[in-house]
């Protein structure tokens, strides 16, 4: 005899669906005790909701979730992706405009490193994106320092163990020497922290410029630094197998306020001269 599934999903998949926070922030939010179900407190998040069940956060009624949108942004060097920061650096939410929803980041970037962050409203989705097994594959542009040969890379290509981490197989190719530097494009389908930087530091490099030109399907392409780019609802269903909306009207950066800009100035890229800077190579 089977148990009979108990009806709903689970509390933290319907606050992460609702953009309150990624599953694993609502969780904490539950064990706070900053959440309640029909008036009544919960401390565990192993519990499951229906639509009949009224949610609250912090007092306030959970309000329906909206469809899941995703959007593109160019982020610059110079600011961390997490929403708050204990050493009170920039975040890539502070350079956002302010008509956006709240959002949450797939992935993340490091402080030095720049190019493509993709952005969602929905917490179940930013999970679902993150996870080893989608295997989505993520590519960079990497200048390093030194004149590596091909045969350097083997241990990258092969994978190779650094302190506690295991890093896997990564796509490694030397594009061209520049200088005192050499241009690589590396592909990899996991994220660990630093991953990159610390593979080519493991072989006697160091890396000084990492831009990520892809993620899965979607394109860095010719978005500015700074700049954010909502994906078409129709992209959203086809790639990411969603229920298609209607197009919201797009979001548009503010202007720089007077005597400042809204973002870092980016490094200028290889092989340009100018003001603009140039397409990283893909």
Known sequence: ??????????????????????RREAERMITAGRIAVNGK?????????????RITVDGKPLAEPEPARVWLYHKPPGLVTTARDDKGRATVFDDLPDEMPRVMSIGRLDLNSEGLLLLTNDGELKRK??????????RYRVRIKGRPKDEDFAPLRTGLTVGADRFQPMQVTLDRQQGANAWLTIGLREGKNREIRRAIEDIGFTVNRLIRISYGPFQLGTLKPGAVEELRRRVVRDQLGLEAEPDPKPVRKPRPKPG?????????APGRTGSRPARPKS
């Not at 009979?4 to 689970?10: H, S």
């Not at 407190?41 to 069940?53: E, F, G, H, W, Y």
């Open 1 to 22: 005899m089977t148990d009979t599934p108990t009806p709903g999903d689970r509390i933290a998949k319907v606050l992460a669906r609702a953009g309150i926070a990624s």
């Open 41 to 53: 407190q919960i401390d565990s998040p192993a519990l499951n909701v229906t639509a009949k069940d």
């Open 129 to 138: 994106l993150e996870l080893p097994s989608t295997g989505w594959l993520r």
């Open 260 to 268: 400042g800009r809204t973002s870092p100035r980016p490094a200028r």
